[in-house]
């Protein structure tokens, strides 16, 4: 399981709404000293996310949550977002240029065909499986003290 940590923003009716400060991993690393990437993730600052789950622990307004998402759905899920279209683009490109005799037009409209029908069946598939994919709220770790964020 993958967890972030959050804050309770709003609730609505059975879900919370949770923001999320995202934390660059370079405070831990051993070559944070001399590394490009530490520079551009100081620059940038941490971002907040905000994402919506369903409120199955009772979390109220400034409690701060640990939400999740399995790992194998978020495995599952970039290989259809990613590895399912790319893949089907170059054997359609292929499949394009081989029909055609050598076209390389036939081979583009191939290529953006098959990148098409990929992110089409992706999307299809991921419709009929939506709830795995979404993040869970799995615990309540330090309630509000009264205070209203």
Same mark, same amino acid.
């Given at each position: 399981?993958?967890?972030?940590?959050?804050?309770?923003?709003?609730?609505?009716?059975?879900?919370?709404?949770?923001?999320?400060?995202?934390?660059?991993?370079?405070?831990?690393?051993?070559?944070?000293?001399?590394?490009?990437?530490?520079?551009?993730?100081?620059?940038? &600052?941490? #971002?907040? =996310?905000?994402?919506?789950?369903? =409120?199955?622990?009772?979390?109220?307004?400034?409690?701060?949550?640990?939400? &999740?998402?399995?790992?194998?759905?978020?495995?599952?899920?970039?290989?259809?977002?990613?590895?399912?279209?790319?893949?089907?683009?170059?054997?359609?490109?292929?499949?394009?240029?081989?029909?055609?005799?050598?076209?390389?037009?036939?081979?583009?409209?191939?290529?953006?065909? &098959?990148?098409?029908?990929?992110?089409?069946?992706?999307?299809?598939?991921?419709?009929?499986? &939506?709830? #795995?994919?979404?993040?869970?709220?799995?615990?309540?770790? #330090?309630?509000?003290?009264?205070?209203?964020?």
């Amino acid at each position: 399981m993958i967890t972030e940590q959050g804050t309770v923003i709003a609730l609505i009716d059975d879900q919370a709404w949770v923001q999320t400060i995202r934390q660059s991993a370079c405070d831990s690393c051993s070559a944070r000293s001399g590394c490009g990437q530490r520079v551009l993730a100081s620059a940038s &600052g941490g #971002r907040a =996310n905000q994402v919506l789950v369903e =409120n199955t622990v009772r979390a109220g307004v400034g409690d701060e949550v640990t939400i &999740g998402i399995d790992e194998q759905a978020l495995l599952a899920a970039s290989l259809v977002v990613y590895a399912v279209p790319l893949a089907l683009m170059v054997l359609a490109s292929i499949l394009g240029h081989q029909v055609s005799g050598g076209s390389d037009l036939w081979a583009m409209v191939g290529a953006g065909a &098959g990148l098409a029908v990929g992110f089409l069946g992706g999307r299809r598939v991921q419709a009929g499986r &939506g709830d #795995r994919y979404q993040p869970r709220l799995l615990r309540v770790t #330090r309630i509000a003290t009264g205070a209203l964020i």
